[in-house]
């Protein structure tokens, strides 16, 4: 995947990397790699939360902006 294509790319891992995104194919990508899920409930996010089965790990933020705040006070 694509996810796969970027850390073969910059020759890293992608252990703990921030990986947002709004539904539930994004959250199991970077879960299988080991990035960090993140749910945004913009876009498909609401009903990505609602249908379920998001990783365990996902953490969840209104939107890009909130997500990026909490990045950048949490580095």
Sequence with gaps: G???????RFHTELKGVPSIGDSLKDLQA???VGAQPILVLTGKGKKTR?????????????DLADASRHLIAHP
């Design 2 to 8: 694509m996810l796969e294509e970027i850390a073969a």
């Design 30 to 32: 970077a879960e299988s």
């Design 50 to 62: 609602e249908e379920g089965g998001v990783p365990k790990k996902t953490l969840v933020f209104d």
